[in-house]
């Protein structure tokens, strides 16, 4: 039951970052395993079981994947950022005197 939970909340976070193509192996294991996992069958739950492991571990390498370029991407845009202009007129050094003590 919690890899069937597991495994819908993972499709529904993956959103547009995988393709329906992608999608599709992962909904059919998880499918095919629902169909058998309140019964007795245990050889069926086991084969169903891994047959879904594998297809969602699919998905979740091409959503590190997109996560990572995308990190990527961001980083390069900062570090551009931060080497442009870089003087900043607002600035002010200042040193405290308190003229109380003796």
């Known amino acids: 039951d919690s890899l069937v939970y597991s495994t819908e909340k993972l499709l529904k976070d993956a959103g547009d970052n995988v393709t329906d193509a992608d999608k599709e192996p992962v909904e059919a294991a998880l499918s095919s395993l629902k169909e058998v996992i309140g019964g ?30 995308a990190d990527a991407a961001g980083e390069g845009a900062d570090a551009g950022a931060s080497t442009d202009g870089g003087d900043d007129d607002d600035v002010v050094d200042a040193e405290i005197i308190d003229e109380d003590e003796s």
């Open 40 to 69: 007795d069958d245990v050889d069926a739950i086991s084969e169903r079981t891994e047959q879904l492991i594998q297809a969602s571990q699919a998905v979740s390498t091409k959503m590190y994947e997109a996560a990572s370029q």
